[in-house]
């Protein structure tokens, strides 16, 4: 058997089924390519692109990939260093995983990447470089930032005065160097009960609780130390310490803290009243040295004191008090104290316990006099003088305003601490060693839609994509051996079955060396995309703004040097000056000047005013280099610095040559408006508001009113009002409507009839036209003129009018009647004919064209219009009469499709004879022997050119006869009356007649 034959070969089916597979294989390659959010690419050894997707285009700031593989892949890194570092790295393993390194991106900024390389070396080929880049610059810069906040903490708490200790599992995992002071020992590491006397220590190991109901709450218990039984206030919060949950107690010696500053206090109280005593001992003279130097050691105090009488009113008063509440002595002094507490009850209550004890120590809020409230350590106590009579309350405080600022800080910076892993925008979690999930942050659960309940319920394998749970578990285990493992890649698996991209990385929290949990940080990478794109598609939005050239951008240094400009700048400076602006960053070169120096010095002082700090708007107004006009309106603005000084000058400007154009226009229009409203000799012109009061005249408005009417106006006078009175039909006169119309937006043109001061009838057209403003009517534009000698004449021409359309109707009418003599002549002369058919005939058709004639005229008598005849009314009652004549008891029906035509007598009677003629053949030739028939009448105009029709659906034409040019006297008159209309006459003939008459009609 031939191998080659059939047996040996593959089956169609199957060579179809591998090409389907391998296109399903290649889609579903080149959708994972496409929609991966890495950047897969393929290069020469030489850095030439041999394949890549559009989002290895994306992560370096090109458009596609088709922009990328124009360039050479050397080009993406930052420096030759890089590049070689990678490639020998590579060459010796044949392939990278997780290899971080610098590229560069199109702009030039510095890509934090993973790359995933392997080297492809074909037996029968180059070898090129395949891999996967992701783009981990925003995670770079999270964990600065992350790092930084930490120290931050970190150096807050070693300095400050109470004492911190952070506590897991009952031991102190942290002192600050406060602690370690206040119990004289290292800590780290020893029981916390210890740290406390023994009834003490359930109430310790409690609060050493994480989660417990106090934390957070600010609320101190008050324990004591195992050490020397020393009282202090424990405070309690929740804390992470190395990634594991943990309790900060915060350790406060209040009573310490409180008894130094009365010491301190009392000490200086002590010192001043011992000072006063003895100058009190010794001579007059030295008594007022003794004021003087205690008013100067009172003055010089840095702490505030105050004095007061028995009544509460204010005695004594220090710069230093003076200072902090912001009231000068003259204005103090004499006053209430209770007017310097923020809250009346804190004043009761010092005062309460002044009469009770003597003395007051404490903390208490003050006012200043702009309203600030701010907080202070006040030691106050009662005077008395020798005799023991009361004198007043003395008192000096100090401002801990920042003191409790500083506390309020450090529980800002421990709130901040514990919501770092709450608040932070990346995904943190923590797992158990049997896969169950501990602690997750509230991005974790937004990212993945778990509530905190059903996050408790979760297991590693509910939330790891099962393509990539195997990979994940293999890294798990691993951390959890305490290895170190690389950084990870996977997708999260949400409630609602969306996935979630995430890179990061974990590592394992051991207590007393035994893993306990994993900590892990991921980036949600899935939309990191989105964000550089919009920022790009930002960059290019400033970057055509301020390119366009529609309007001008540029800026200068304080030497007023070009530093930069748009093409509208550059555009403007070469069509004004006929020369391009420089550039000029650098410090050293001298400004270099385009225009002349009167241009320069001009500028110079519009500079110096913004240089100054002020923004400034000016316009130019110049002759460019075709020497046209070119105006521009300019605004240059000042730019600051951190430190508030002008640093540079930010110039916009736009052309405005046509705007100006357009004012200078407008002015001048104005000014030839107002000559005209003022210099108008026979036109009244005047303006009134909505309520018809007048707001402007005109002279002529005034001489006319006053002279014609017996009126004379002001401005604000109601003009309707007044003229009503003037008017023929008083109120009654529709021109007051008029007016009304015209507040509704509606322009109106009217004539009114006036009662003069003679009593004569005076007549004026009036022109109103509404004034709008912002799309309201806010005034009337009225404009008139005496018409009165018009409408004289116009009465008397009406009058010879009517008299000349009686007699024309009168001679339409004798017309009308001397036709119908005739026609009645002839229908007599037929009595004498002797029965002559032939004779008979021609009477009849005689008499018929003479009625046609009569049907015309009698029309015009009837209207009033003699100018036309109205062609559908007339051919209606013509055709109707002219069949009914023929007496066919209704076997010839007649149709009629007629529209209105006017048309003047001299085309009107020749219509009338055709339809005579045509109407009078197809009666008597189209149906004989007396068969059913139908003649219809079509009447039509389009453009101004008559359509007339006749046809019937009878015998036709005999054969052999050309309606043209045979036929009998009829026809002959039909074509001689068509010739005469300048029409044509088309005539068919088959299953009956139909001829079409066109003409142009007269107007």
């Given at each position: 058997m031939d191998?080659?034959n059939?047996d040996?070969?593959?089956?169609s089916?199957n060579?179809?089924?591998?090409?389907?597979?391998?296109a399903?294989?290649?889609?579903?390659?080149?959708?994972?390519?496409?929609?991966?959010?890495?950047?897969i690419?393929?290069?020469?050894?030489?850095?030439?692109?041999?394949?890549?997707?559009?989002?290895?285009?994306?992560?370096?700031?090109?458009?596609?990939?088709?922009?990328?593989?124009?360039i050479?892949?050397?080009?993406?890194?930052?420096?030759?260093?890089?590049?070689?570092?990678?490639?020998?790295?590579?060459?010796t393993?044949?392939?990278l995983?997780?290899?971080?390194?610098?590229?560069?991106?199109q702009n030039?900024r510095a890509?934090?990447?993973?790359?995933?390389?392997?080297?492809?070396?074909?037996?029968?080929?180059?070898?090129?470089?395949?891999?996967?880049i992701?783009?981990?610059?925003?995670?770079?810069?999270?964990?600065?930032?992350?790092?930084?906040?930490?120290?931050?903490?970190?150096?807050?708490?070693e300095?400050m005065?109470?004492?911190?200790l952070?506590?897991?599992?009952?031991?102190?995992?942290?002192?600050?160097?406060?602690?370690?002071h206040?119990?004289?020992?290292?800590?780290?590491?020893?029981?916390?009960?210890?740290?406390?006397?023994?009834?003490?220590?359930?109430?310790?190991?409690?609060?050493?609780?994480?989660?417990?109901?106090?934390?957070?709450r600010?609320?101190?218990?008050l324990?004591?130390?195992?050490?020397?039984?020393?009282?202090?206030?424990?405070?309690?919060?929740?804390?992470?310490?190395?990634?594991?949950?943990?309790?900060?107690?915060?350790?406060?010696?209040?009573?310490?803290?409180?008894?130094?500053?009365?010491?301190?206090?009392?000490?200086?109280?002590?010192?001043?009243?011992r000072?006063?005593?003895?100058?009190?001992r010794?001579?007059?003279?030295?008594?007022r040295?003794s004021?003087r130097?205690?008013?100067?050691?009172?003055?010089?105090?840095?702490?505030?004191?105050?004095?007061?009488?028995?009544?509460?009113?204010?005695?004594?008063?220090?710069?230093?008090?003076?200072?902090?509440?912001?009231?000068e002595?003259?204005?103090?002094?004499?006053?209430?104290?209770?007017?310097?507490?923020a809250?009346?009850?804190?004043?009761?209550?010092?005062?309460?316990?002044?009469?009770?004890?003597?003395?007051?120590?404490?903390?208490?809020?003050?006012?200043?006099?702009?309203?600030?409230?701010?907080?202070?350590?006040?030691?106050?106590?009662?005077?008395h003088?020798?005799?023991?009579?009361?004198?007043?309350?003395?008192?000096?405080?100090?401002?801990?305003?920042?003191?409790?600022?500083?506390?309020?800080?450090?529980?800002?910076?421990?709130?901040?601490?514990?919501?770092?892993?709450?608040?932070?925008?990346?995904?943190?979690?923590s797992?158990?060693?049997?896969?169950?999930?501990?602690?997750?942050?509230?991005?974790?659960r937004?990212?993945?839609d778990?509530?905190?309940?059903?996050?408790?319920?979760?297991?590693?394998?509910?939330?790891?994509?099962?393509?990539?749970?195997?990979?994940?578990m293999?890294?798990?285990?691993?951390?959890?051996?305490?290895?170190?493992?690389?950084?990870?890649h996977?997708v999260?698996?949400?409630?609602?079955?969306?996935s979630?991209?995430?890179?990061?990385?974990?590592?394992?929290?051991?207590?007393?060396?035994?893993?306990?949990?994993?900590r892990?940080?991921?980036?949600?990478?899935?939309?990191?995309?989105?964000a550089?794109?919009?920022?790009?598609?930002?960059?290019?939005?400033?970057?055509?703004?301020?390119?366009?050239?529609?309007?001008?951008?540029?800026?200068?240094?304080?030497?007023?040097?070009?530093?930069?400009?748009?093409?509208?700048?550059?555009?403007?400076?070469?069509?004004?000056?006929?020369?391009?602006?420089?550039?000029?960053?650098?410090?050293?070169k001298?400004?270099?000047?385009?225009?002349?120096p009167?241009?320069?010095?001009?500028?110079?002082?519009?500079?110096?005013?913004?240089?100054?700090?002020?923004?400034?708007?000016?316009?130019?107004d110049?002759?460019?280099?075709?020497?046209?006009?070119?105006?521009?309106?300019?605004?240059?603005?000042?730019?600051?610095?951190?430190?508030?000084?002008?640093?540079a000058?930010?110039?916009i400007g736009?052309?405005?040559?046509?705007?100006i154009?357009?004012?200078?226009?407008?002015?001048?229009?104005a000014?030839r408006?107002?000559?005209?409203?003022?210099?108008?000799?026979?036109?009244?012109i005047?303006?009134?508001?909505?309520?018809f009061?007048?707001?402007s005249?005109?002279d002529?408005?005034?001489?006319?009113?006053?002279?014609?009417?017996?009126?004379?106006f002001?401005?604000?006078?109601?003009f309707?009002?007044r003229?009503?009175?003037?008017?023929?039909?008083?109120?009654?006169?529709p021109?007051?409507?008029?007016?009304?119309?015209?507040l509704?937006?509606?322009?109106?043109?009217f004539?009114?009839?006036?009662?003069?001061?003679n009593?004569?009838?005076?007549?004026?057209?009036?022109?109103?036209?509404?004034?709008?403003t912002?799309?309201?009517?806010?005034?009337?534009?009225?404009?008139?003129?005496?018409?009165?000698?018009?409408?004289?004449?116009e009465?008397?021409?009406?009058?010879?009018?009517?008299?000349?359309?009686?007699?024309?109707?009168?001679?339409?009418?004798?017309?009308?009647?001397?036709?119908?003599?005739?026609?009645?002549?002839?229908?007599?002369?037929?009595?004498?004919?002797?029965?002559?058919?032939?004779?008979?005939?021609?009477?009849?058709?005689?008499?018929?064209?003479?009625?046609?004639?009569?049907?015309?005229?009698?029309?015009?008598?009837?209207?009033?219009?003699?100018?036309?005849?109205?062609?559908?009314?007339?051919?209606?009652?013509?055709?109707?009469?002219?069949?009914?004549?023929y007496s066919?008891?209704?076997k010839?029906?007649?149709?009629?499709?007629?529209?209105?035509?006017?048309?003047?007598?001299?085309?009107?009677?020749?219509?009338?004879?055709i339809l005579?003629e045509?109407?009078?053949?197809?009666?008597?030739?189209?149906?004989?022997?007396?068969?059913?028939?139908?003649?219809?009448?079509?009447?039509?105009?389009?453009?101004?050119?008559?359509?007339?029709?006749?046809?019937?659906?009878?015998?036709?034409?005999p054969?052999?006869?050309n309606?043209?040019?045979?036929?009998?006297?009829?026809?002959?008159?039909v074509?001689?009356?068509?010739?005469?209309?300048?029409?044509?006459?088309?005539?068919?003939?088959?299953?009956?007649?139909s001829?079409?008459?066109?003409?142009?009609r007269?107007?």
């Amino acid at each position: 058997m031939d191998p080659l034959n059939n047996d040996s070969q593959v089956p169609s089916t199957n060579v179809d089924d591998l090409a389907r597979a391998y296109a399903d294989l290649k889609r579903d390659y080149d959708k994972f390519v496409g929609s991966s959010p890495a950047g897969i690419f393929r290069t020469s050894m030489e850095g030439r692109f041999l394949e890549c997707n559009d989002s290895m285009a994306r992560i370096f700031g090109y458009s596609d990939r088709a922009e990328l593989m124009g360039i050479s892949a050397i080009e993406l890194y930052a420096s030759l260093a890089e590049r070689e570092r990678l490639i020998n790295a590579l060459l010796t393993e044949k392939k990278l995983i997780n290899f971080e390194i610098t590229l560069k991106h199109q702009n030039g900024r510095a890509i934090e990447v993973i790359v995933n390389l392997f080297l492809e070396e074909p037996d029968d080929g180059p070898t090129t470089i395949q891999g996967s880049i992701i783009d981990i610059t925003a995670m770079r810069q999270a964990e600065i930032e992350q790092a930084a906040l930490t120290s931050s903490y970190r150096s807050l708490v070693e300095h400050m005065r109470d004492g911190v200790l952070v506590v897991s599992v009952g031991r102190v995992m942290y002192a600050n160097p406060a602690a370690e002071h206040m119990l004289g020992e290292r800590l780290r590491g020893k029981e916390v009960a210890l740290i406390f006397v023994e009834a003490d220590r359930p109430t310790v190991l409690e609060l050493s609780v994480p989660g417990h109901p106090a934390h957070g709450r600010n609320q101190p218990r008050l324990v004591h130390l195992a050490k020397d039984g020393r009282a202090i206030n424990l405070f309690a919060a929740y804390a992470i310490h190395e990634g594991a949950t943990a309790v900060q107690l915060t350790l406060q010696d209040e009573e310490e803290r409180q008894k130094l500053l009365r010491l301190r206090l009392t000490e200086e109280m002590n010192n001043v009243l011992r000072e006063e005593i003895n100058e009190h001992r010794r001579t007059q003279e030295a008594l007022r040295r003794s004021k003087r130097f205690a008013r100067g050691l009172v003055d010089s105090s840095l702490d505030m004191i105050m004095a007061a009488d028995p009544t509460g009113v204010i005695t004594e008063y220090n710069p230093a008090a003076s200072l902090h509440f912001g009231y000068e002595p003259e204005e103090i002094l004499g006053t209430k104290t209770i007017m310097l507490y923020a809250d009346p009850k804190e004043f009761e209550h010092v005062q309460k316990e002044l009469d009770t004890y003597g003395t007051f120590t404490g903390e208490i809020r003050n006012v200043s006099k702009t309203g600030k409230v701010f907080t202070s350590f006040l030691a106050a106590s009662r005077i008395h003088d020798e005799s023991g009579e009361f004198l007043g309350v003395m008192g000096v405080s100090r401002d801990i305003t920042r003191m409790k600022l500083d506390q309020d800080a450090l529980r800002t910076s421990e709130e901040r601490y514990r919501d770092l892993f709450e608040n932070a925008t990346d995904l943190i979690q923590s797992i158990e060693p049997d896969g169950r999930i501990q602690y997750v942050n509230n991005a974790w659960r937004r990212a993945l839609d778990y509530t905190e309940d059903e996050v408790a319920k979760l297991r590693l394998e509910d939330i790891i994509h099962p393509d990539h749970l195997a990979a994940y578990m293999d890294r798990f285990q691993r951390a959890m051996a305490g290895n170190e493992v690389e950084r990870i890649h996977t997708v999260f698996v949400g409630k609602k079955g969306n996935s979630v991209h995430v890179e990061g990385t974990t590592n394992v929290r051991s207590v007393d060396g035994r893993p306990i949990a994993s900590r892990s940080i991921f980036t949600d990478i899935t939309h990191v995309h989105l964000a550089r794109e919009q920022l790009q598609q930002q960059e290019a939005k400033m970057r055509a703004l301020f390119e366009s050239s529609e309007h001008m951008f540029w800026t200068v240094d304080t030497q007023i040097k070009i530093t930069s400009c748009n093409v509208g700048y550059r555009n403007m400076i070469e069509r004004l000056h006929g020369r391009t602006p420089e550039v000029n960053l650098d410090p050293n070169k001298p400004r270099a000047k385009f225009a002349t120096p009167e241009y320069h010095d001009l500028w110079e002082e519009k500079y110096a005013i913004a240089l100054s700090g002020k923004p400034i708007r000016f316009e130019t107004d110049l002759v460019d280099q075709q020497h046209e006009r070119v105006c521009n309106e300019i605004f240059l603005s000042p730019v600051f610095d951190v430190e508030g000084k002008v640093t540079a000058v930010f110039g916009i400007g736009h052309e405005i040559t046509e705007q100006i154009r357009a004012e200078d226009l407008v002015r001048h229009q104005a000014s030839r408006l107002k000559a005209i409203f003022e210099n108008a000799a026979n036109v009244m012109i005047w303006t009134l508001d909505r309520k018809f009061k007048i707001t402007s005249f005109n002279d002529h408005f005034l001489r006319t009113t006053e002279r014609n009417l017996g009126l004379k106006f002001n401005q604000g006078d109601d003009f309707v009002g007044r003229m009503q009175v003037k008017l023929a039909k008083g109120k009654g006169d529709p021109s007051v409507g008029n007016y009304k119309a015209a507040l509704h937006g509606k322009p109106q043109q009217f004539e009114s009839e006036l009662v003069g001061t003679n009593g004569q009838p005076v007549w004026v057209e009036t022109f109103l036209n509404p004034i709008m403003t912002n799309g309201k009517v806010t005034e009337l534009s009225c404009m008139a003129y005496g018409i009165t000698d018009r409408k004289m004449a116009e009465q008397r021409l009406l009058q010879s009018l009517t008299e000349k359309e009686v007699l024309l109707k009168e001679v339409h009418h004798r017309v009308k009647n001397n036709l119908q003599v005739i026609s009645s002549i002839l229908s007599l002369q037929t009595a004498y004919v002797d029965g002559d058919e032939r004779i008979l005939e021609l009477l009849r058709v005689s008499r018929d064209r003479i009625r046609t004639m009569s049907f015309i005229h009698e029309s015009l008598y009837q209207n009033k219009d003699f100018s036309s005849v109205d062609m559908a009314d007339y051919i209606d009652g013509f055709s109707r009469n002219l069949v009914m004549s023929y007496s066919l008891n209704g076997k010839v029906v007649l149709e009629q499709e007629l529209q209105k035509v006017h048309l003047v007598l001299d085309q009107a009677i020749p219509c009338g004879l055709i339809l005579n003629e045509l109407i009078s053949n197809a009666v008597k030739h189209a149906f004989p022997d007396g068969r059913n028939g139908k003649v219809k009448i079509d009447l039509a105009m389009d453009k101004e050119v008559v359509e007339l029709s006749v046809s019937d659906n009878g015998v036709g034409l005999p054969e052999g006869l050309n309606a043209l040019h045979d036929g009998n006297l009829g026809l002959e008159l039909v074509r001689t009356l068509v010739e005469q209309l300048d029409g044509t006459l088309k005539v068919t003939s088959g299953a009956g007649v139909s001829y079409l008459i066109t003409f142009g009609r007269i107007k």
